[in-house]
T-cell receptor
C-alpha cells in the first residue's frame, strides 16, 4: 500500500506570495491533518480534515487554510507569505478521526522557504 | 492534553538497550500514551501506544507504572539507524486527530 505523498517536496517563494501544498493520504484513509515544523517552535498542529470537513484547527492565523476533496486528497494554502512561514509542512493521514488511536501516518513533508 | 517532560538528549552505543522516560504528572483517566520517532527531514513515525502496564511490539516496549505519571520507552539493542528524535504524547483518544508534540528526546547512537 502506497504511503502518504506530498507535493511538491521543495518550494521557494517570495514574501507576499501565496502557496498551495498538496497531500494524498493512504488509500482508504479519510482523515488528513497538517502540521508545521520549525526549529524554533517544533511540530505544531495546523488543522484536520475528515470527510471534506475541517474538524479541528490549531492556533494559526487565517492566512493558513485548507480543504479536502471527495477522494480525501487535501490541500493547504498559505496566503501573503512571511519569512516566518519557512518550515517543513507535514501531512498525516489516518483511517478515522478520534476513534481510539493516535496512529497517524506522516508524509515526507514539503520544505517551504520564503525569501 | 497532559503536558509531558522528556530529556532533551541521550547518547548510547550500538547494541545497548535504551530507555527514554517521559513524565506526565497531570495525565487524565482517559488519556493514552503514544510515542513517535522522527528522522531528519522525514515525518514522524508511530512507534507504540499504551494505557497501563506493559506493551510490546516488534520495535519497542512501553512500560507504564500503576500511577501512570510517567512512562518509559525501551529500545532493545539499538543500532546507528535508531538515531532520531523520540516524542512522547499523552491525550484522550476520543478527540480529534490533533497531536501535540513536545520538544522530544534527541537520541544519538554511536558505533
Amino acid at each position: 500500500k502506497a504511503g502518504v505523498t506530498q507535493t511538491p517536496r521543495y518550494l521557494i517563494k517570495t514574501r507576499g506570495q501565496q502557496v498551495t501544498l498538496s497531500c494524498s493520504p493512504i488509500s482508504g484513509h479519510r482523515s488528513v491533518s497538517w502540521y508545521q515544523q520549525t526549529p524554533g517552535q517544533g511540530l505544531q498542529f495546523l488543522f484536520e480534515y475528515f470527510s471534506e470537513t475541517q474538524r479541528n484547527k490549531g492556533n494559526f492565523p487565517g492566512r493558513f487554510s485548507g480543504r479536502q476533496f471527495s477522494n480525501s486528497r487535501s490541500e493547504m494554502n498559505v496566503s501573503t507569505l512571511e519569512l516566518g512561514d519557512s518550515a517543513l509542512y507535514l501531512c498525516a493521514s489516518s483511517l478515522l478521526s478520534g476513534q481510539g488511536s493516535y496512529e497517524q501516518y506522516f508524509g515526507p513533508g514539503t520544505r517551504l522557504t520564503v525569501t | 492534553l497532559a503536558k509531558t517532560t522528556q530529556p532533551i538528549s541521550m547518547d548510547s552505543y550500538e547494541g545497548q538497550e535504551v530507555n527514554i522516560t517521559c513524565s506526565h504528572n497531570n495525565i487524565a483517566t482517559n488519556d493514552y500514551i503514544t510515542w513517535y520517532q522522527q528522522f531528519p527531514s522525514q515525518g514522524p513515525r508511530f512507534i507504540i501506544q499504551g494505557y497501563k502496564t506493559k506493551v510490546t511490539n516488534e520495535v519497542a516496549s512501553l512500560f507504564i507504572p500503576a500511577d501512570r505519571k510517567s512512562s518509559t520507552l525501551s529500545l532493545p539493542r539499538v543500532s546507528l539507524s535508531d538515531t532520531a528524535v523520540y516524542y512522547c504524547l499523552v491525550g484522550d483518544l476520543g478527540g480529534y486527530n490533533k497531536l501535540i508534540f513536545g520538544a522530544g528526546t534527541r537520541l544519538a547512537v554511536h558505533p
